[in-house]
């Protein structure tokens, strides 16, 4: 099994305190984050932005591969998911991830880069971590 972590400390309340975001590669090293970035719109990171660049980049890898089994080679890809937080009862939910991707892959067979899609939208494992509905808007470019 392949550990991997990020952590987060926080000091004070929910909508005066502050937070830092790190993760153990080092690529974010004590990220502003606090309830102004993650409700107000404020310069800083939030959970559900974390969340979306980590299902984008995870998508794409298991498209690159689901492609790769299908033989169309050196795709390229560009995904972005956006993670939508709803109000549920007294709290928040993240509800939906929808995915919209380009798939630029000449003289290959659209069939096969759409079912390579679906796939990847189903299989990625980042996919089946979120209990949310996952939609997806695909271009393709073959």
Known sequence: MIKKYGSAHWTGGIKDGKGQISTES??????????????????????????????????????????????IE???IATKATIGLDK?????????????????????????????AEGAKANCPLSKLLNAEITMDATYDV
């Open 26 to 71: 080092g690529a974010l090293k004590d990220q502003p984050y606090g309830f102004n970035t993650r409700f107000e719109g404020k310069p800083g990171s939030n959970p559900e932005e974390l969340v979306g660049a980590a299902h984008a980049a995870c998508f794409s890898m298991a498209l690159s591969k689901e492609l790769g089994d299908a033989g």
């Open 74 to 76: 050196n795709p390229e």
């Open 88 to 116: 549920e009862g007294d709290g928040f939910a993240v509800k939906t991830s929808h995915l919209d991707v380009t798939i630029k892959a000449p003289g290959a067979d659209i069939g096969k880069v759409q079912q390579a």
